[in-house]
């Protein structure tokens, strides 16, 4: 008999086992989310609006489950339920380092006016500047 089912198996196509495999996944998923928060298939149905007797169609694992369907699963649980690789955006990163300037400043009578009060020292100026 097993090497009946084999051969059956092998003429199903793999876009059909995928779709039964990821909708496997997705009620496993739901079915842990669930347990890890202390609820029932009812008190799903009661969040989504649907007749008990749907969600547990559902979750039988051959309901072709819509992104919707799935969005609006994921809303009331609070919870994702399924996870795709976020793509990878390069950023420039604003990076500050602290920072020392030391400046002679000329303290010729035409270079005056650029100050203002009495200090014409050198200046020291302490802060972050970006890298």
């Known amino acids: 008999m097993s090497?009946?089912?084999?051969?059956a198996l092998q003429?199903?196509?793999n876009d059909v086992k995928s779709f039964?495999?990821?909708?496997?996944d997705i009620v496993n998923q739901i079915h842990?989310?669930?347990?890890?928060?202390?609820?029932?298939?009812?008190?799903?149905?009661?969040?989504?609006?649907?007749?008990e007797s749907e969600i547990s169609k559902w979750m039988?694992?051959?309901?072709?489950?819509?992104?919707r369907s799935i969005s609006k699963i994921e809303a009331v649980l609070d919870e994702k339920i399924i996870?795709?690789?976020?793509?990878?955006?390069?950023?420039?990163?604003?990076?500050?380092?602290?920072?020392?300037?030391h400046s002679s400043v000329n303290t010729s009578k035409e270079n005056s006016e650029l100050w203002h009060g009495n200090s014409k020292p050198?200046?020291?100026?302490?802060?972050l500047k970006t890298a």
């Open 11 to 13: 003429q199903v196509p």
């Open 3 to 7: 090497k009946l089912f084999d051969q």
């Open 32 to 51: 842990e989310i669930l347990r890890k928060q202390g609820r029932s298939q009812r008190d799903l149905s009661d969040l989504l609006g649907k007749k």
């Open 83 to 101: 996870t795709t690789p976020q793509k990878v955006k390069t950023k420039s990163v604003t990076k500050f380092v602290p920072v020392k300037v």
């Open 20 to 24: 039964v495999d990821n909708s496997f």
């Open 122 to 127: 050198n200046v020291f100026i302490d802060g």
């Open 60 to 67: 039988q694992g051959t309901h072709n489950f819509t992104i």
